[in-house]
């Protein structure tokens, strides 16, 4: 089965760092999301991304966050200075033509921790 | 406001007996509802859905899950579990209207032992 790969797999920073995690969805996939799970706590949408624009964003993507698909193959996040509270797993997915409707693909993730 | 419950931060079941995950919900319309499971070390990974049709729905592995419009819930089940089916399960719902985001609950960690 195709799978969404994202690097770094851990990623450690200080506060008031920038951060940019990474993410290669599946080729033919349209509709891109960010979603997040602090320790012990439930997943949290923060973005999706179609058409190459922001369709929706949850009030934690703040200024702050920004995405990107520079190359029509990845798919970024980037925390321009990072917090303690946004240390989290952060999980990339991507559906395909029915977007959330259908299932998604999610990454295996990257662990921040932010010092 | 959407919500999703799963009451049971753990269920533990003996191999070959039947499992059950509760999951709740509270949405505004006709729900879209979802359960995904992960591994360690891996994403989350599609189970099932419910979107119209029939209340029970199958899925991977041989999970199959009841909507109950009645109880707002949609719980995960499956006959016979395996040892292979340890994992930590979440619920997820949609709202039908205007928006393309999954509210997810707090998942529940499924322990089968041998």
């Known amino acids: 089965e195709p799978e969404v790969t994202q690097t770094p797999s851990h990623q450690v920073t200080q506060m008031g760092q920038e951060v940019i995690l990474r993410c290669v969805p599946i080729?033919?996939?349209?509709?891109f999301y960010w979603y997040r799970q602090i320790l012990g706590q439930k997943v949290e949408f923060l973005v999706s991304?179609?058409?190459?624009?922001?369709?929706?964003k949850s009030e934690i993507f703040d200024d702050q966050f920004s995405v990107e698909r520079p190359d029509g193959s990845n798919f970024t996040l980037k925390i321009r200075s990072t917090k303690l509270e946004d240390s989290a797993m952060y999980f990339c997915?991507?559906?395909?033509?029915?977007?959330?409707?259908?299932?998604?693909?999610f990454g295996s993730g990257t662990q921040l921790s932010v010092l | 406001a959407q919500s999703v419950a799963q009451p049971e931060d753990q269920v533990n079941v003996a191999e070959g007996n039947p499992l059950t995950v509760k999951c709740t919900y509270s949405?505004?319309?006709?729900?879209?509802l979802f359960w995904y499971v992960q591994y360690p070390n891996r994403g989350l990974q599609f189970l099932l859905k419910y979107i119209t049709g029939d209340n029970l729905v199958k899925g991977s592995y041989g999970f199959e899950a009841e909507f109950n419009k009645s109880q707002t819930s949609f719980h995960l089940k499956k006959p016979s579990a395996l040892v292979s089916d340890s994992a930590l399960y979440f619920c997820?719902?949609?709202?039908?209207?205007?928006?393309?985001?999954?509210?997810f609950g707090t998942g529940t960690r499924l322990q089968v032992f041998p």
């Open positions: 949405v505004s319309g006709n729900p879209y």
């Open positions: 997820a719902v949609r709202s039908l209207w205007g928006t393309d985001k999954l509210i």
């Open positions: 080729s033919n996939h349209l509709y």
């Open positions: 997915a991507s559906g395909g033509q029915g977007g959330a409707n259908e299932k998604l693909f």
């Open positions: 991304f179609y058409n190459n624009e922001i369709s929706e």
